[in-house]
């Protein structure tokens, strides 16, 4: 028996180090969708004192790759366009949701959003458009057997 799709993305992320690393977890994950939080830390600022734009990048790259690696072939980023909205309050919790508008054989895009939520309600921070290249090869670590 093959190992299902979101289970086994849900599993490798766990297992990620660049993911644990920024603190970043995944909430949700359905076909061609992603919604992961990350707490914005003292250690993601930059020289200015606010978040850094690699952060909120990151936070998007991994929502990104989990719903365009959903439906269980790989999927490669061909381009990412983030606007930067607004600076979130340091300690906030960062969601993004990640949604594909549309997927064909080859590629597939996708609109990403990151909010910060807090007490006074939701506040974007950055939204995105972004195209993957889909290849004809399913994901290696669907084609272990399971027990």
Do not use: W
Not at 43 to 60: C, E, Q, R, Y
Not at 75 to 83: E, R
Not at 103 to 121: L, P
Request: proline share 2%; aromatic share 8%.
């Amino acid at each position: 028996m093959k190992k299902d799709v979101f289970e086994s993305l849900k599993e490798e992320i766990k297992k990620e180090p660049y993911a644990n690393h920024m603190g970043i977890s995944l909430l949700d994950i359905g076909p061609g969708y992603a919604v992961m939080e990350t707490r914005y830390s003292e250690k993601m600022t930059n020289f200015n004192g606010v978040i850094h734009g690699g952060a909120i990048f990151s936070l998007i790259d991994e929502a990104f790759s989990i719903a365009s690696n959903s439906h269980g072939t790989v999927a490669l980023a061909l381009n990412l366009n983030v606007t930067f909205l607004a600076s979130p309050a340091i300690n906030s919790l960062l969601v993004v949701e990640a949604k594909e508008e549309s997927r064909s054989k080859r590629i597939a895009t996708y609109r990403i959003e990151v909010v910060q939520k807090d007490e006074n309600g939701d506040r974007k921070i950055a939204a995105c458009q972004a195209v993957v290249y889909r290849k004809d090869q399913r994901l290696a670590f669907l084609e272990e057997e399971t027990a």
